[in-house]
């Protein structure tokens, strides 16, 4: 294991406790060395650069997998990440409502639907300032 | 619930019998104030505007979101919509077709493929043209 | 010149007095196959379909390449085309909005952009209505 | 059945044993006629074109599906049919790894999701080589 | 001047000294219509939404366009409001090299060059760390 | 001047005499530790791996970077290093029309408009076979 892959392992943990979840599952199987560069160049060479601090990174994260629309395992691991990092579920959502701006409302709405589960116990406080009607009026 | 909120929701239902579904499941409830602004612009703002007729508009949102293929849920809204204001099943996978010269067959196949129950009834009539066989030849 | 080119050519200069200019300067000097497969395909295979009318293939066009973004040329060529068509530059502005609930401000925005002679005149007449201050208040 | 037709679907078995599967079960029942263009487009004008290798092809095909990240389906498809032309599994990691540098780990990691299956013998060889503890340390 | 569109220019003006760039060229001539929905929406609905701080929702702007690669006009103007709101260079070109990561070097480098005289005072202090051969060696 | 950004170089000259160019003139002087990462994780981690030819990692990266049409710049260096390794000016632009089959026409002129003069010589030979009439017929 080399000190790079150590390292981005490191990484991955401090920011969730799931952390190994991101390569776990399919990456680290069947292609060993694609998880490894992807630890070492994500979690070893950039995300723990001195530069920014680690919140607007994972906000940074969370917009740019939202925009794309492409990878929504990835983005739940990041959401997840940002809640353990001590954000709360309404800037998330807050967050992704800045997105639909810049990607629209597609790629927001996708991207909520996405980490629905993480993101639900938000709506049990201000749920009811929206009612929509469950059939037609 | 907002005049724009309320002219949104008048909007929805319009549109579609099955109109709160675009937001009922996941938005309304985790993100309640995302779906109030998403009401309010897309169908009090926007979508009711004078300048362009209905039909275009729809058609518009069809093209739009098959040429990006990020949101499947929207595009069989919408697709939906088309159909219920008279659109024919035809002209939806023509639009579709039309898409696939700007934004290449991936992104239309998976369109249609994402409205197929939607467009199903369409194949019963020439179905028998293309035929494809089940087995090599 | 096959039959397919030569009905795609027609399609083109239907469309559009401007007609060969979307594949005159480079496509057909630099890769001349290319230039044929993109005037068959998609000026004598799919445009002239009968299933779907020109003008929502006009719109579709257009919503689809200011969707992705990718082809300001195109969409350009695709504009000028919708006008050419009897569209008006308040209609092709309306439905750029409508792209911007799916595909984000920023798309539409260069889109307009993109497109802003073409759709200049329409200014002259409602420019009023929306006042912005040329220097700081 | 048209000539082009007969022609791309030929393709289409020549390049995979699985070959109708790409068309055979959602296009061709919804939209024989989108069907139809795709394999006369796809497979009878473009890919058996003389200028360039089947195998080149097939790498492109799967490099611009896996960066687009919108069409798994067609994804795998290409996949299949790059292993069954004798490229190996490491081969089509090795690009998915490339994409990465282009597309972003997010695309690249999602593509590889699309394809586990395909590509899963090749993690028994070398999987030893980059352990995941499935525990926090 | 509707009071939402007076307080989303507000918006814009605290946000750069070059505010109403973002929409005075273009935007507010040809579609005067389309730029009062982009203010009122984007800087009067979204953006001064209390739930999230201002410095992120910059940074988070300045993610999801450099991760679609769309617009460069409008994150140049992100970038440069991040830049007024206290960011460093530095740390702009931190966040781009974590969108580098989702969204692929490609799209992370043209944002870069999109920028570059923004950022350009950076380089002087650090430029010598990473010296790049001007000719074949 | 660490061992990977050393080797990253090396990558750099090999695959082009125009090396340096990728990240000569922007990258490099505004952002050293951006190009520095982009060299090394590209150029020293990715490309020379075993496990895929030079030649397929090419067409693999012009495909990516054509079907994204984000970064006509590093498309153009690609595009060129492929030449440079041998690839035929005609098989870039069967690669390319390949490209049309899944990101669309749009993506696809617009790849060939951004290496325009790159691949002009190919035209001589058989731009003959291609008509297109400078005026309307």
Chains 1, 2, 3, 4, 5, 6 share one sequence.
Do not use: H, N
């Not at 981005?8 to 799931?18: E, I, N, P, Y």
């Not at 990092?85 to 997105?99: C, D, F, H, K, N």
């Amino acid at each position: 294991m080399s000190d790079r892959y150590r390292a981005g392992l490191d990484t991955l943990f401090a920011l969730s406790r799931d952390g190994p979840s991101l390569i776990g599952d399919g990456l680290a199987a069947e292609a060993p060395e694609f998880a490894r560069l992807l630890v070492e160049f994500a979690f070893a060479d950039i995300f723990p650069r001195p530069g920014l601090d680690r919140r607007t990174r994972l906000f940074a994260a969370i917009a740019a997998l939202a925009a794309q629309g492409k990878a929504p395992a990835q983005l739940r691991w990041f959401v997840r990440a940002a809640l353990d990092a001590g954000a709360s579920r309404g800037e998330v959502i807050e967050a992704l409502m800045q997105v639909a701006v810049f990607a629209g409302f597609a790629a927001a709405a996708e991207a909520l639907e996405a980490c629905r589960d993480l993101l639900a116990d938000q709506a049990s406080g201000d749920g009811r300032a929206c009612p929509v009607p469950s059939a037609a009026r």
